[in-house]
Antibody, heavy 117, light 110 residues
Framework: EVQLVETGGGLIQPGGSLRLSCAAS????????MSWVRQAPGKGLEWVSV???????YYADSVKGRFTISRDNSKNTLYLQMNSLRAEDTAVYYC???????????WGQGTLVTVSS | QSALTQPRSVSGSPGQSVTISCTGT?????????VSWYQQHPGKAPKLMIY???KRPSGVPDRFSGSKSGNTASLTISGLQAEDEADYYC??????????FGTGTKVTVL
């Protein structure tokens, strides 16, 4: 059974940094396409970033230059390093993955990031 | 990267059919056959229902179907059931290895 478990969320002041983790079991992070998707409270889903199986990374304009997606193959874990956080980054962050880049079949339960002073 | 446009809500009685539209542009929905649909119940993670416009993952009932015409994709739920009441989001490839979600539609079973 595939499990994706996000950790690392919390309350952070504007301008601060946070690193989210997504530990996978039953699923090999390095062999699949892994994404971060966020959802602001009471709002819709927003695609944030993807890392391809070959290692290429891509970002939404809203986070480009501030967020970095990466993975640790030895730990089978996906990361999202978030810098220069803003109030509008407040959201539940989900990690998701699939063997195809055109779909997201496996999702974690999400971790809440709150950016507030 | 503007969000795709979906109706805020749709409703139907049990057994009826409802269709949710997802309107984009020629740079996203109209330009690629990479539209997917996700169902999200309150407090839960999204669930993949349709991918590549009209393909169904294993385990998804055949009551759910997808299609596309021009810049608009659609999700149809036939034989509506109480457990189908949820939020639904479309998602499309938007070029340059980026993706865009729709604004979301709340489906209510009357």
């Amino acid at each position: 059974e595939v499990q994706l478990v996000e950790t690392g969320g919390g309350l952070i002041q504007p301008g601060g940094s946070l690193r989210l983790s997504c530990a996978a079991s039953g699923f090999t992070v390095s062999s699949n396409y892994m994404s971060w998707v966020r959802q602001a409270p009471g709002k819709g889903l927003e695609w944030v970033s993807v890392i391809y199986s070959g290692g290429s990374t891509y970002y939404a304009d809203s986070v480009k230059g501030r967020f970095t997606i990466s993975r640790d193959n030895s730990k089978n874990t996906l990361y999202l390093q978030m810098n220069s956080l803003r109030a509008e980054d407040t959201a539940v962050y989900y990690c998701a993955g699939d063997s195809s880049s055109s779909r997201l079949d496996y999702w974690g339960q999400g971790t809440l990031v709150t950016v507030s002073s | 990267q503007s969000a795709l446009t979906q109706p805020r809500s749709v409703s139907g009685s049990p057994g009826q059919s409802v269709t949710i539209s997802c309107t984009g542009t020629s740079s996203d929905v109209g330009g690629y056959n990479y539209v997917s649909w996700y169902q999200q119940h309150p407090g839960k993670a999204p669930k993949l229902m349709i991918y590549d416009v009209s393909k169904r993952p294993s385990g998804v009932p055949d009551r759910f179907s997808g299609s596309k015409s021009g810049n608009t994709a659609s999700l149809t739920i036939s034989g509506l059931q109480a457990e189908d009441e949820a939020d639904y989001y479309c998602c499309s490839y938007a070029g340059s290895y980026t993706w865009v979600f729709g604004t979301g539609t709340k489906v209510t079973v009357l």
